[in-house]
T-cell receptor
């Protein structure tokens, strides 16, 4: 069983829609990361969270430590948001990342 | 800064051949790592290094060697390529300081072993 589960695996949306991608993990963590993988393959870090909520432009990431769950929201989605979004966690007593399998998002005009 | 660079971008090998994937970073990061990405699976850690002269195994180290003679470079060697090593390989470097954890990925190398 993967220690990090993402849902949905695939997501399609029309431009302007509000998007939510979910990430659940199995045990306590020290931090959770959201990353974006572009269609060309490059991976960039979006957020690191250990509690609460962070916002950057149209992207919002939230985490509920008690529920062991995080969400990544995209407001007013745009075709350029089309990418794979990856959740990764750091468990206590390690600084290695465990990655989810990713959510492939396609936003159509 | 160029960030993390990887070469080559694409490579095709025959079973049994050896090769080295190159990785370099110009951010003076002590920690560097290699991951492989396969369909339906999350990125998996192959080897990592916490500084020049220090390397350690990750989750899937078999069939791969690494060395770290300088802070900048962290090459990954495939000793005798196998079809199971067909994957996309990412090198990454990271800094942890004052509560900040920032990881930077290279552009990836797509390797096919026939």
């Amino acid at each position: 069983k993967n220690e990090v589960e993402q849902s949905p695996q695939n997501l399609t949306a029309q431009e302007g829609e509000f998007i939510t991608i979910n990430c659940s993990y199995s045990v306590g963590i020290s931090a959770l990361h959201w990353l974006q993988q572009h269609p060309g393959g490059g991976i960039v870090s979006l957020f690191m969270l250990s509690s609460g909520k962070k916002k950057h432009g149209r992207l919002i990431a939230t985490i509920n430590i008690q529920e062991k769950h995080s969400s990544l929201h995209i407001t007013a989605s745009h075709p350029r948001d089309s990418a794979v979004y990856i959740c990764a966690v750091r468990f206590y007593n390690t600084d290695k990342l465990i990655f989810g399998t990713g959510t492939r998002l396609q936003v159509f005009p | 800064n160029a960030g993390v660079t990887q070469t080559p971008k694409f490579q095709v090998l025959k079973t049994g051949q050896s090769m080295t994937l190159q990785c370099a970073q110009d951010m003076n990061h002590e920690y560097m790592s290699w991951y492989r990405q396969d369909p339906g699976m999350g990125l998996r850690l192959i080897h990592y290094s916490v500084g020049a002269g220090i390397t350690d195994q990750g989750e899937v180290p078999n069939g791969y060697n690494v060395s770290r003679s300088t802070t900048e470079d962290f090459p990954l060697r495939l000793l005798s390529a196998a079809p199971s090593q067909t994957s996309v390989y990412f090198c990454a470097s990271r800094v942890i300081a004052g509560g900040i954890y920032e990881q930077y990925f290279g552009p990836g190398t797509r390797l096919t072993v026939t």
